[in-house]
């Protein structure tokens, strides 16, 4: 199984946002450790995150050590000019958003865990998942270890 984080559950771990679900984020990243599961992101996820972290006041070396520590538990995805082509070509409102799909997919990532759902529209062909961090681990993690939510 491979999993692909969306730049908003990386922020939303790393701040704690309220508006994000960053224990089940924790969790996930735990569970993914644990089972070595791969979690994979895009070039651009790390630009961005780094960008929002500078902003919220985490600077210098509390900023290089943050990074350090995020990406020693995830895999930065090889985007290529397809892939950017592909999310031009694609239905997507939002171009970044398919950008970060068409980079899972062609990652052949099985789940594409994101905050905003909603964004998503996912093609069957494709073969992923687009599910939130809190329906990944109540329908996926739970039902793997037989606990019913």
């Given at each position: 199984?491979?999993?692909?984080?969306?730049?908003?559950?990386?922020?939303?771990?790393?701040?704690?946002?309220?508006?994000?679900?960053?224990?089940?984020?924790?969790?996930?990243?735990?569970?993914?450790?644990?089972?070595?599961?791969?979690?994979?992101?895009?070039?651009?996820?790390?630009?961005?995150?780094?960008?929002?972290?500078?902003?919220?006041?985490?600077?210098?070396?509390?900023?290089?050590?943050?990074?350090?520590?995020?990406?020693?538990?995830?895999?930065i995805?090889?985007?290529?000019?397809?892939?950017?082509?592909?999310?031009?070509?694609?239905?997507?409102?939002?171009?970044?958003?398919?950008?970060?799909?068409?980079?899972?997919?062609?990652?052949?990532?099985?789940?594409?865990?994101?905050?905003?759902?909603?964004?998503?529209?996912?093609?069957?062909?494709?073969?992923?998942?687009?599910?939130?961090?809190?329906?990944f681990?109540?329908?996926?993690?739970?039902?793997?270890?037989?606990?019913?939510?």
């Amino acid at each position: 199984m491979i999993l692909f984080f969306d730049t908003n559950v990386l922020v939303d771990h790393a701040l704690t946002r309220s508006t994000g679900q960053a224990l089940e984020i924790s969790f996930i990243i735990y569970w993914a450790k644990r089972e070595q599961i791969q979690l994979v992101i895009s070039s651009g996820s790390l630009y961005t995150f780094t960008y929002v972290l500078h902003k919220q006041g985490i600077r210098q070396i509390e900023l290089k050590d943050k990074l350090i520590e995020y990406l020693s538990m995830v895999t930065i995805a090889n985007s290529d000019k397809n892939t950017f082509l592909s999310g031009l070509n694609s239905k997507f409102k939002d171009l970044e958003d398919s950008y970060q799909y068409m980079t899972a997919v062609q990652e052949k990532c099985d789940y594409l865990i994101t905050s905003n759902i909603s964004d998503f529209k996912t093609n069957k062909k494709d073969n992923i998942k687009t599910i939130t961090p809190l329906d990944f681990v109540t329908n996926i993690i739970g039902k793997k270890k037989g606990i019913d939510y």
